[in-house]
């Protein structure tokens, strides 16, 4: 079996995703093959993602390919993009309705064995506050990483999350779209060129 197919066979958190408001299954979505150009360095997938079997497939997958100045062809292409979140799969949600968050069970038993099959890449794009604590090992805040961004650029980047509830903070920030993207979009198609 290869990495990706012990990654789609894993059943860790059977249990603990029963557990959830959600009671739902595991379904990790593994997308990633040596050779790719540019790691995006997710979080963990969504609902939609745990019912589609494909990554980003979702709002926020929408706004982080505009943000990334890539259509779906070039985006979902492996040979350009390896997408490894901090969980495979969806955690589910609480009785609230709010995301839970990546278990750590699911980092320390798969990433490491990623990163070395993916080996050094070009371009890592961190995407949310669980990705910058694993990658960057920072212990600031989103605003503060996404902020110093400089300090990681060219070969890294920073994001917030793209989420629709950070609507608010993109308003509040509009350094990001003005400062961030341009430079992250010119990687992007060095990288890819």
């Keep these: 079996m290869t990495l990706v197919q012990d990654i789609q066979s894993c059943r860790l958190c059977a249990d603990r995703f029963a557990a959830t408001y959600t009671g739902h299954s595991p379904r990790p979505v593994a997308w990633f093959q040596k050779g790719a150009r540019i790691l995006i360095a997710g979080q963990a997938p969504g609902a939609r993602v745990h019912e589609s079997g ?27 993009i390896a997408i490894v979140p901090m969980a495979f799969c969806f955690p589910g949600y609480n ?11 699911c980092g320390k038993t798969w990433h490491a064995k990623v990163m070395q099959t993916l080996g050094p890449m070009p371009l890592t794009v961190l995407v949310g506050g669980h990705a910058h604590k694993y990658h960057l090992n920072v212990k600031t805040g989103v605003t503060d990483t996404v902020c110093n961004w400089r300090t990681h650029a060219p070969h890294v980047f920073a994001l917030p999350h793209p989420s629709w509830r950070n609507t ?15 430079a ?5 198609t060095e990288v890819l060129t």
């Design 95 to 105: 009785a609230k309705g709010s995301d839970l968050p990546p278990p750590p069970i």
């Design 168 to 182: 608010g903070w993109l308003k509040k920030h509009p350094w990001f779209e003005a400062q961030v993207l341009p």
């Design 184 to 188: 992250l979009r010119a990687r992007v």
């Design 54 to 80: 494909q990554p980003f497939t979702d709002p926020s997958g929408d706004r982080l390919r505009d943000w990334l100045g890539l259509d779906n062809p070039a985006f979902y292409n492996k040979d350009n």
